[in-house]
């Protein structure tokens, strides 16, 4: 029986222990490394080194000669497809990302066409940096074209591409690729064979390349020409070459060789008459029978063929080391004036391939570009022309130089890049090798 004074106590529920939070788990680490390693003897647990994924920045160059540009394409030998495979060799990327870019968040700050080379480029990702020694790994596992000078910690949300806000490419040009007088193909050198003005190959030219009479100077070869003075007849009036000796020359043009080659025309080389010729050898018999008969005469004789060699030799060397066109400030001003017809935002559909000009992506802004300095490479002179953009589409700079060489040669009037930058106009305009092309 319970009395006023008991009261009733109750006891409180007992307390539930909160549930441990769970480790979060690394997506960058594997099964091995979570694994646990018991020395015998020792309950001590020693845990393998853990490496983590950092997002990085890379810092290379390379020589574009050989590959089918930047960007991976299935098939082709690229730059991407080398350097990605070099990281995998290195460690810096797992078996199960390799050949899935997407998945270490893979971005590059320009793309370079076939051909091209790159000085500067960049490119970023997630990458496995440790254990040290990245760098020497992967020049271990790439072409001597490449070059890697480091790599940089970066912040997650980095991208190589879209924290660039402008490229910058430089093109080198051969100063005697703007000369006015150089003509255009080797049709026209075909053709001007018996015109009086004819044309041939320049071995100081490229491949492709061809020279007008005179462009780079003035060559005698008189003593040392090949054609026999018996196979050329000639005219009083005009000099003209047999039937045969012109199949010779078109031959010797076509492969580029021979003793054509050592005449800037075909007009150069001295035609000696029958007459001429008997008259010459028997002045000079004569000459040699008195230099057989006075000593004093003999010598005289000797000192000036001395002196005719020298004067031969120095003609010779300066034909050779000179040139009829040289880039100076008249050439630099009218240069320059060219390329800064492309400064500022303009349609370039015409500069580029498979791009309409409705496509918006057309527009281009071009921040600068100029052709000041003037650099010598293995003794041959070029001009750097550096252009800097917000971006570039394909073939877009070398169409750009294409067009202010052809205008600088007087192929095309300077009227010409105004209109091809015009929308509603399509015209093709010249392409320039891509040897000479690299991003800096």
């Given at each position: ?7 009733t ?25 979570d ?5 015998p ?7 393998k ?16 000669v050989?590959?089918q ?6 098939g ?41 080379s790159?000085?500067?480029?960049v ?21 001597p074209?490449f ?25 080198l ?14 049709e ?6 018996g ?10 030219c ?25 196979e ?9 070459l ?26 150069e080389?001295?035609?000696?008459r029958?007459?001429d ?12 029978e ?15 063929i ?9 003609s ?11 880039y ?6 009218r240069?320059?004036r060219?390329?800064n ?5 303009h ?5 580029t ?41 394909l ?10 060489v ?6 095309a ?8 930058l ?14 000479g092309?690299?991003?800096?």
């Open positions: 029986m319970e009395t006023p004074d008991s009261k106590t109750t006891s409180p529920p007992p307390q539930q222990e909160p549930d441990l939070k769970k480790p979060k788990m690394s997506s960058t680490t594997s099964e091995e490394d694994a646990a390693i018991t020395a003897g020792d309950e001590t647990t020693i845990k080194q853990r490496y983590k994924r950092r997002k990085i920045a890379i810092f290379f160059a390379y020589c574009g050989g590959y540009g930047m960007q991976k394409n299935p082709a030998k690229t730059i991407e497809g080398d350097l990605e495979e070099a990281l995998f060799h290195a460690g810096a990327v797992p078996e199960n990302d390799r050949g899935i870019p997407k998945r270490y968040d893979w971005a590059r700050s320009a793309r370079t066409d076939k051909g091209v790159a000085v500067g480029q490119v970023s990702g997630r990458f496995y940096i440790d254990p040290p020694g990245l760098v020497e790994r992967l020049h271990s596992n790439l072409s074209q070059r890697i000078f480091g790599y940089k910690r970066v912040t997650g949300s980095f991208n190589a591409k879209k924290f660039c806000d402008r490229r910058r490419y430089v093109y040009i051969p100063v005697f690729a703007l000369n006015p007088c150089s003509h255009r193909d080797r026209s050198v075909l053709a001007s064979l015109s009086g003005s004819e044309l041939v190959k320049c071995l100081e490229s491949e492709r390349g061809r020279k007008a009479v005179g462009a780079l100077g003035k060559r005698s070869f008189e003593s040392k020409s090949d054609v026999s003075p018996t050329i007849r000639s005219n009083d009036k005009d000099t003209t047999k039937p045969e000796i012109k199949e010779e020359v078109s031959a010797l043009l076509d492969n580029g060789d021979g003793v054509i080659r050592n005449f800037e025309s075909v007009n080389i001295k035609v000696l029958n007459e010729s008997v008259t010459t050898e028997s002045g000079i018999s004569s000459n040699i008195d230099a057989n008969a006075n000593p004093e005469i003999k010598d005289e004789i000797m000192v000036s001395e002196k005719g060699d020298d004067k031969n030799t120095k010779e060397e300066e034909a050779i080391n000179g040139s009829g066109f040289c100076e400030e008249k050439e630099k001003e240069f320059n060219i390329l017809y492309y400064v500022g935002s349609n370039f559909h015409n500069f391939t498979r791009t309409k000009a409705e496509d918006p992506s057309a527009r281009r802004f071009i921040v600068s570009f100029d052709a000041k300095t003037i650099v010598t490479v293995e003794g041959i002179e070029f001009v750097k022309c550096e252009v800097v953009g917000q971006s570039f589409m073939h877009q700079i070398r169409k750009m130089i294409g067009a202010a052809a205008i600088m040669r007087n192929c009037s300077e009227s010409l890049i105004q209109t091809a015009q929308k509603d106009v399509n015209i093709t305009v010249p392409t320039a090798p891509e040897v092309l690299y991003l800096g």
